[in-house]
């Protein structure tokens, strides 16, 4: 798969802003420092697509990438930051819960987690409220260069145990290190496979007869969400954002 093509959309400050909603999109989320900006310019091979931080929270809007121009990626502001001013904090982080919420192109989600840590509260809660809306999520542990097979692993069973609680099957886990340049091919291997099915998809409902006016359309995003998601969260608890 190649993503040298791809190129900078626009930044969006709200969903309403966001670009029209005809294309797949793939979104990346973390907590800033993460690693989010070092891996989309990893998987692109573009080396500023998105710029790496100086400071924590630097990335502050939705930002969307068009690749081929048939689908797009998605930079979405890391969470957690101190030091953006508190009514822009707010702001963003409802952009990002409406978007994560309610854009029905969204195919999947790439929740970043920083490996060498054990299971940090900010994305426990993030990742229960993730469960709550049936968002279709991937795992990724970013800055494996940085930790020790062992440690790796102990960290992301303790993530994982703590996962179960709000996923009775858990998500697709990967590793990635934008410094080796370990799990490009896995992480792109999973947009691939979800365009594909999403492709295959299309045809199959214009098979389908008319439907009956009193029977309601399939939901797209639902479609879209079964791609990566399947039907593995089936337990919807307290559905208020925690952050
Ligand atoms: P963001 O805030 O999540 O976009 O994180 P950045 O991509 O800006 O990275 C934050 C810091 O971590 C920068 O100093 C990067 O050089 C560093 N970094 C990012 N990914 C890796 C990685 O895989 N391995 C190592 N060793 N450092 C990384």
């Given at each position: 798969?190649?993503l040298s093509?791809t190129?900078f959309?626009?930044?969006a400050?709200d969903?309403?802003?966001c670009?029209?909603e005809?294309?797949?999109?793939?979104?990346?989320?973390?907590?800033?420092?993460?690693g989010?900006s070092s891996?989309?310019?990893?998987?692109?091979?573009?080396?500023?697509?998105a710029?790496v931080?100086?400071t924590?929270?630097?990335t502050k809007?939705i930002?969307?990438?068009t690749?081929?121009?048939?689908?797009?990626?998605v930079d979405l502001?890391?969470?957690?930051f101190?030091?953006v001013?508190?009514?822009?904090?707010a702001?963003?982080?409802?952009?990002v819960g409406?978007f994560?919420e309610h854009r029905p192109n969204?195919?999947?989600?790439?929740?970043?987690?920083?490996?060498?840590?054990p299971?940090q509260k900010i994305?426990l809660?993030?990742?229960e409220w993730l469960?709550?809306?049936?968002?279709?999520i991937?795992l990724v542990?970013t800055?494996t260069?940085?930790v020790?097979?062992?440690k790796?692993r102990?960290?992301i069973e303790?993530?994982?145990a703590?996962l179960s609680e709000?996923?009775?099957v858990?998500?697709?886990?990967f590793?990635?290190?934008?410094?080796?340049?370990q799990?490009r091919n896995?992480?792109l291997g999973?947009?691939?496979?979800?365009?594909?099915a999403?492709r295959?998809?299309?045809?199959?409902k214009?098979?389908?007869?008319?439907?009956?006016?009193?029977?309601?359309?399939?939901?797209?995003?639902a479609?879209?969400r079964?791609?990566?998601?399947?039907?593995a969260?089936?337990?919807?608890?307290?559905?208020?954002?925690p952050?």
């Open positions: 798969m190649n093509s190129i959309d626009r930044s400050p969903l309403g802003s670009p029209d005809s294309l797949p999109e793939f979104a990346f989320i973390g907590r800033s420092n993460v989010k891996l989309l310019n990893m998987l692109t091979g573009q080396k500023n697509l710029r931080s100086p924590p929270g630097f809007l930002n969307f990438f690749v081929s121009k048939c689908w797009r990626l502001p890391g969470y957690g101190a030091q001013a508190r009514k822009d904090k702001r963003f982080n409802a952009a409406d994560l969204l195919l999947g989600l790439f929740v970043l987690i920083d490996s060498r840590l299971p994305d809660e993030f990742l469960a709550c809306i049936s968002a279709p991937v542990f800055k260069d940085k020790s097979p062992t790796l102990a960290n303790a993530f994982t703590r709000w996923y009775p858990l998500p697709e886990i590793t990635s290190s934008s410094v080796t340049r799990g896995e992480l999973v947009i691939e496979t979800a365009l594909s999403c295959a998809e299309e045809p199959a214009s098979d389908q007869p008319p439907l009956d006016a009193a029977i309601p359309p399939e939901d797209p995003p479609i879209a079964k791609v990566i998601a399947g039907d969260r089936a337990r919807r608890p307290n559905p208020a954002r952050w």
